[in-house]
């Protein structure tokens, strides 16, 4: 067996791990067990493969300096660089968490159904989002990176294990889109349903796929097929990889927070 090979399976039994623990969990009967658990795989998972300069952060919103807030978002990952604010005490330590958008490098919002309610949901809680700061061109002009990807950031992705078929998933999300006109940065970067299928949303100059088919710019592409479980997860993993690698060169000024503290 080859290494690729190798990795292939490595992925794909985490992805089929993946679906028993959710089949599993259906023995609880409120959604707040089922919830918890999805939200808890997806965070071990993460903390176990993402670089050490990143942190995974479990059911919270992300703020701006002006003070706009997101909806609830089920988990997002952050930089070393960034403050972390957390429910603080003892009996807190898994409790609800919050992050200046600067500091936000992905932001996942996780469904056990991904029907069409899960995805337009899932598709609103990313876009309220505030957007990522200027930054001005203070990255290093050595550094070779596509300006749209720190533009989109944090990344967002909506993960479901299980729901309907790839063609109904883009139609809504077509959909949901023609309907609200949202900018790009404000848009879903990667849609996955576990062992189905990943989607993605292609850049300003398109893609390819491994035969040369190309690819537009701006729509929704998706794939699936038997082994997709390891694709998706290691697709994710890479994207989140590089902007964790951007962010680094990124300079977090959130000193303006003092000057809008009420004092009396």
Same mark, same amino acid.
């Given at each position: 067996?080859?290494?690729?090979?190798?990795?292939?399976?490595?992925?794909?039994?985490? *992805?089929?791990?993946?679906?028993?623990? +959710?089949?599993?969990? *259906? $023995?609880?009967?409120?959604?707040?067990?089922?919830?918890?658990?999805?939200?808890?795989? %997806?965070?071990?998972?993460?903390? !176990?493969?993402?670089?050490?300069?990143?942190?995974?952060? !479990?059911?919270?919103? &992300?703020?701006?300096?002006? =003070?706009?807030?997101?909806?609830?978002?089920?988990?997002?990952?952050?930089?070393?660089?960034?403050?972390?604010?957390?429910?603080?005490?003892?009996?807190?330590?898994?409790?609800?968490?919050? #992050?200046?958008?600067?500091?936000?490098?992905?932001?996942?919002?996780?469904?056990?159904? %991904?029907?069409?309610?899960?995805?337009?949901?899932?598709?609103?809680? %990313?876009?309220?989002?505030?957007?990522?700061?200027?930054?001005?061109?203070?990255?290093?002009?050595?550094?070779? $990176?596509?300006?749209?990807?720190?533009?989109?950031?944090?990344?967002? +992705?909506?993960?479901?294990?299980? =729901?309907?078929?790839?063609?109904?998933?883009?139609?809504?999300?077509?959909?949901?889109?023609?309907?609200?006109?949202?900018?790009?940065?404000?848009?879903?970067? $990667?849609?996955?349903?576990?062992?189905?299928?990943?989607?993605?949303?292609? =850049?300003?100059?398109?893609?390819?796929?491994?035969?040369?088919?190309?690819?537009?710019?701006? +729509?929704?592409?998706?794939?699936? =097929?038997?082994? &997709?479980?390891?694709?998706?997860?290691?697709?994710?993993?890479? !994207?989140?990889?590089?902007?964790?690698? &951007?962010? #680094?060169?990124?300079?977090?000024? $959130?000193? *303006?927070?003092?000057? !809008?503290?009420?004092?009396?």
């Amino acid at each position: 067996m080859s290494f690729f090979e190798r990795i292939q399976k490595y992925f794909q039994g985490i *992805s089929d791990k993946f679906e028993a623990s +959710i089949s599993s969990s *259906s $023995v609880f009967p409120n959604k707040p067990d089922k919830g918890e658990t999805r939200e808890n795989i %997806l965070k071990s998972f993460f903390e !176990k493969h993402l670089p050490r300069n990143t942190t995974a952060n !479990k059911g919270g919103f &992300i703020f701006n300096l002006d =003070g706009n807030e997101s909806k609830q978002i089920d988990l997002f990952i952050t930089n070393d660089s960034t403050l972390q604010f957390k429910e603080f005490g003892e009996s807190n330590k898994n409790g609800k968490t919050f #992050n200046f958008v600067g500091g936000c490098i992905a932001a996942i919002t996780i469904k056990s159904v %991904l029907d069409k309610n899960g995805i337009l949901d899932s598709l609103e809680n %990313l876009a309220s989002i505030p957007k990522f700061p200027n930054t001005n061109g203070k990255l290093p002009p050595n550094l070779r $990176v596509n300006p749209e990807l720190v533009e989109n950031l944090p990344l967002k +992705i909506v993960f479901g294990f299980n =729901g309907i078929s790839l063609e109904k998933t883009i139609e809504h999300i077509n959909k949901f889109y023609i309907k609200n006109s949202y900018p790009r940065y404000k848009r879903a970067d $990667v849609i996955v349903l576990n062992n189905q299928f990943i989607i993605v949303k292609t =850049g300003r100059k398109g893609s390819n796929l491994r035969d040369g088919t190309k690819i537009p710019s701006g +729509i929704y592409h998706g794939m699936n =097929g038997s082994l &997709i479980g390891s694709y998706s997860l290691l697709y994710i993993l890479l !994207k989140i990889q590089r902007a964790a690698q &951007i962010s #680094n060169f990124i300079l977090l000024n $959130v000193n *303006s927070l003092l000057d !809008k503290l009420p004092l009396n």
